[in-house]
């Protein structure tokens, strides 16, 4: 079974930063796309970042030059570092991965972790 488990959210001031962590474990085979969704109360959820094994990122344009993902292939794990943050950063954080199984499998599936609150109040 594949997990995905994540880290670092709580209550910050506005202005202030958050690092997001998200470790992936288990059975597998290797790992392609990995991001970050959100979901606002009484919203829909939302992709914040997503990242390719091979470096390549991709923003929401309401994130883009305040969050920055990256990602550690070795460890499987993915980050995410919140600055600036805002009221309206307020959400339940979704760390995501695409993974394959084992060698037979032909294509990738998406598991989700369990989210982390991130609370953004003065």
């Known amino acids: 079974q594949v997990q995905l488990v994540e880290s670092g959210g709580g209550l910050v001031q506005p202005g202030g930063s958050l690092r997001l962590s998200c470790a992936a474990s288990g059975s597998m085979f290797g790992i392609n796309t990995m991001g970050w969704y959100r979901q606002a109360p009484g919203k829909q959820r939302e992709l914040v970042a997503i990242i390719t094994r091979r470096g390549t990122t991709n923003y929401a344009d309401s994130v883009r030059g305040q969050f920055t993902i990256s990602r550690d292939n070795l460890k499987n794990i993915v980050y995410l570092q919140m600055n600036s943050l805002k009221p309206e950063d307020t959400a339940v954080y979704y760390c995501?991965?695409?993974?394959?199984?084992?060698?037979?499998?032909?294509?990738?599936?998406?598991?989700w972790g369990q989210g982390t609150q991130v609370t953004v109040s003065s």
């Open positions: 995501y991965a695409d993974v394959r199984r084992t060698v037979a499998d032909t294509s990738y599936a998406p598991y």
